[in-house]
């Protein structure tokens, strides 16, 4: 796999809404959370989802707010997701506070894209290149709403790691990703 994908649920064979373009298991697992939250509505609030429910993905999730004025702040992130950064939190961070501005833009291109577009993202492949690591993985991004659960207010995502490392990266595509909106998850 290489490259952008867009999914579009036109295309059912593409778009499974249950989840089965998820390879690893728990993210899977994460993925049906973030659906049961949704209580009929196009996406679950932030208030909606509670860390405690998901205690066994902790250390490899994140949870980050938006808002036009601040960006992408993290309010979130388990000791696995802030080691890859050399960091033990990164409680009210934004990428371009840990990344150099090269490599915060396609993280924070990523965010945009989930709250712009009201989509999910799920990539597989080189996870890590921002961070100057190059392990291989899953990654999925899960757009949360307002108190209505109407307008994207921020993101759940959670990061698996494979294979720890997939060589240098110089002559290796990136990722492979996919955006799917919610609007035509059931």
């Known amino acids: 796999m290489s490259g952008h994908e867009k999914l579009l649920a036109s295309s059912p064979a593409q778009s499974p809404a249950d989840g089965t373009f998820i390879e690893d298991p728990e993210m899977r697992r994460l993925f049906d959370y973030w659906r049961s939250r949704r209580a009929g509505r196009p996406l679950p609030a932030v208030g909606d989802i509670d860390p405690l429910d998901i205690a066994w993905a902790l250390s490899r999730i994140y949870l980050v707010d938006y808002s036009p004025e601040e960006g992408f702040v993290y309010r979130l992130a388990g000791n696995d997701v802030a080691g890859v950064f050399g960091r033990a939190n990164l409680k009210g961070l ?29 990539m597989k492949g080189m996870i890590y290149l921002p961070a100057n690591r190059t392990p291989m993985g899953e990654r999925l991004f899960l757009p949360l709403g307002d108190a209505a659960g109407a307008t994207v207010v ?6 698996v790691i494979q294979s720890a490392d997939a060589g240098n990266g110089a002559d290796m595509d990136t990722a492979s990703e996919r955006f799917i909106p919610i609007d035509d998850l059931p």
């Open 154 to 159: 921020g993101v759940l995502g959670m990061t």
């Open 94 to 122: 934004r990428p371009r506070d840990f990344l150099p501005p090269e490599r915060a833009k396609p993280v924070e291109q990523r965010f945009r894209r989930v709250v712009d577009d009201r989509c999910l993202m799920w």
